[in-house]
């Protein structure tokens, strides 16, 4: 029997057009689980990302920290109701050129693997609409019903590649004819592994990388899809 081929995403800012982190920790915010002054915290990252004045990364980095520091003691039942409204609210704000390769892809019996640093408990509401076959995401522990504010698994989900080939040897998976579609460096360890790499409206860091290495490089602007190779 041939072991089924494997598609690859990164979620945010692949597939969905921001991020579930921000998404879901500003709804914590507004809904008063988490302390509004956090927002302080990023909000001039934001700002500065918004002006063209200071990169993605330091504003997605804030976000990291502010929502890390605040998760402990976070009834993940209210969590998971938050997450709920996100998705239902903005599951639609997704890309067309990633949303019709999904859909390509899965009619062709392609093992849907989602693959994103954002918290696997909204992870699994938004991939789930999608069809993933399996997600994998930043895993905060939960005691008593509530989180603890320790991360599990870190080095491990952190890494790529590593999840990609963990996946593989546990559902038997192929790497041949495989695809994978990322935005930014951290997901070029799985890009080098897939033989379709496809770099989608990426930062600065994954573009050269791209073209050192010849990968397809696909840009979705407005009602407009541009490739490059």
Same mark, same amino acid.
């Given at each position: 029997?041939?072991?089924?081929?494997?598609?690859?995403?990164?979620?945010?800012?692949?597939?969905?057009?921001?991020?579930?982190?921000?998404?879901?920790?500003?709804?914590?915010? #507004?809904?008063?689980?988490?302390?509004? @002054?956090? @927002?302080?915290?990023? %909000?001039?990252?934001?700002?500065?990302?918004?002006?063209? %004045?200071?990169? *993605?990364?330091?504003?997605?980095?804030?976000?990291?920290?502010?929502?890390?520091?605040?998760?402990?003691?976070?009834?993940?039942?209210?969590?998971? @109701?938050?997450?709920?409204?996100?998705?239902?609210?903005?599951?639609?704000?997704?890309?067309?050129?990633?949303?019709?390769?999904? @859909?390509?892809?899965?009619?062709?019996?392609?093992?849907?693997?989602?693959?994103?640093?954002?918290?696997?408990?909204?992870?699994?509401?938004?991939? #789930? %609409?999608?069809?993933?076959?399996?997600?994998?995401?930043?895993? *905060? #522990?939960?005691?008593?019903?509530? *989180?603890?504010?320790?991360?599990? *698994?870190?080095?491990?989900?952190? %890494?790529?590649?590593?999840?990609?080939?963990?996946?593989?040897?546990?559902?038997?998976?192929?790497?041949?004819?495989?695809?994978?579609?990322?935005?930014?460096?951290?997901?070029?360890?799985?890009?080098?592994?897939?033989?379709?790499?496809?770099?989608?409206?990426?930062?600065?860091?994954?573009?050269?990388?791209?073209?050192?290495?010849?990968?397809?490089?696909?840009?979705?602007?407005?009602?407009?899809?541009?490739?490059?190779?």
């Amino acid at each position: 029997m041939k072991s089924q081929k494997v598609a690859i995403f990164d979620i945010d800012g692949t597939i969905f057009r921001s991020s579930l982190l921000i998404q879901v920790t500003d709804g914590l915010v #507004e809904k008063g689980i988490m302390p509004k @002054k956090i @927002k302080h915290k990023y %909000e001039l990252a934001h700002k500065q990302w918004l002006d063209r %004045e200071g990169p *993605y990364e330091d504003y997605i980095d804030a976000v990291i920290k502010a929502f890390v520091k605040n998760i402990k003691g976070v009834s993940q039942k209210e969590f998971l @109701k938050v997450a709920e409204q996100v998705v239902s609210k903005q599951h639609h704000r997704i890309y067309r050129y990633t949303r019709d390769l999904v @859909k390509d892809l899965k009619k062709k019996k392609y093992f849907m693997l989602a693959i994103s640093h954002s918290p696997k408990d909204i992870l699994d509401e938004f991939c #789930e %609409e999608l069809g993933f076959d399996k997600v994998y995401g930043q895993i *905060y #522990e939960v005691q008593n019903n509530k *989180y603890s504010g320790k991360t599990l *698994y870190r080095n491990l989900i952190l %890494e790529k590649s590593k999840i990609l080939q963990r996946a593989i040897e546990k559902e038997g998976l192929s790497l041949r004819g495989s695809i994978g579609v990322g935005d930014t460096e951290s997901d070029s360890s799985f890009l080098r592994k897939v033989d379709n790499p496809i770099c989608f409206n990426p930062n600065q860091e994954l573009y050269k990388i791209a073209q050192r290495n010849k990968w397809q490089i696909v840009v979705e602007r407005k009602n407009v899809i541009y490739k490059i190779k």
